[in-house]
Each structure stands twice: as structure tokens, then as C-alpha cells.
């Protein structure tokens, strides 16, 4: 069965940095567009970032732009979101998604890509 799990969530201070990572298995990995999502509690799902099945693409809301980096490695079936500079708003649960196709929404549904890992949770605080 088609999976995404992401890591590396947790406990970042302001200004520093954490790393994300999300596996994916069981569906061609390279040839699908991965999407990094956020959700506070009560708010619509925020989109953070995308890139493209071959690497070659990205995309970032203005949130984040400038301060994360989104990446892949297909060989490992891995994407990965590096988050600089972090700031208390970026507090979340951040999921990782993937779909054949580029469909922007700067607020996705959950039925707007084909696949979604289970999340983890961002907590930026002193």
C-alpha cells in the first residue's frame, strides 16, 4: 500500500533550524510532484512548498521563501524540507503529499492530492 511517513519534527527555538523528512513507498516515487502542507488548529491547510517530480522545479509560499528549502532524493524515495530561520507562527503539523500532477492551491483539500502522509508536529517556542 501506497505510504508517506514523514520525521524530524519537534521542538525548535526561534531562529534555528529543523529538517523534515518524508519517505514514500509502494508507488513511483520520480515520477510523482511532492507538496509540503501545514495545518494549524482551527485554520484551512496552508500550502508550503513543491517541487517537481525530476527536482528541476520548486515553489514556495511567501511565508517561507527565503528561509526553508525543499529538496529530493529519488534514488532514496525521500523529500525533504530544511527550515531555517524559524519563526512561532510556523507552529504546525506539517504533512507531506504527492500527486502526478502540479495543482497549486495556497489552501489545499485533503482530496486535492492523491496521497498524504500522517503529518508531524512543528512546535517553535522559546
Known amino acids: 500500500q501506497v505510504q508517506l511517513v514523514e520525521s524530524g519534527g519537534g521542538l525548535g527555538q526561534p531562529g534555528g533550524s529543523l529538517r523534515l523528512s518524508c519517505a514514500g513507498s509502494?508507488?513511483?516515487?520520480?515520477?510523482?510532484?511532492m507538496y509540503w502542507v501545514r495545518q494549524v488548529p482551527g485554520k484551512r491547510l496552508e500550502w508550503v512548498s513543491t517541487?517537481?517530480?525530476?527536482?528541476?522545479?520548486?515553489r514556495y509560499g511567501d511565508a517561507v521563501k527565503g528561509r526553508f528549502t525543499i529538496s529530493r532524493d529519488n534514488a532514496e524515495n525521500m523529500v525533504y524540507l530544511q527550515m531555517n530561520t524559524l519563526k512561532p507562527e510556523d507552529t504546525a503539523l506539517y504533512y507531506c503529499?504527492?500527486?502526478?500532477?502540479?495543482?497549486?492551491?495556497?489552501?489545499?483539500?485533503?482530496?486535492?492530492?492523491?496521497?498524504w502522509g500522517q503529518g508531524t508536529q512543528v512546535t517553535v517556542s522559546t
Open positions: 517541487i517537481s517530480a525530476d527536482g528541476k522545479t520548486v
Open positions: 503529499a504527492a500527486d502526478k500532477d502540479y495543482i497549486f492551491s495556497r489552501n489545499p483539500t485533503r482530496n486535492l492530492y492523491q496521497y
Open positions: 509502494e508507488f513511483t516515487f520520480d515520477q510523482y510532484w
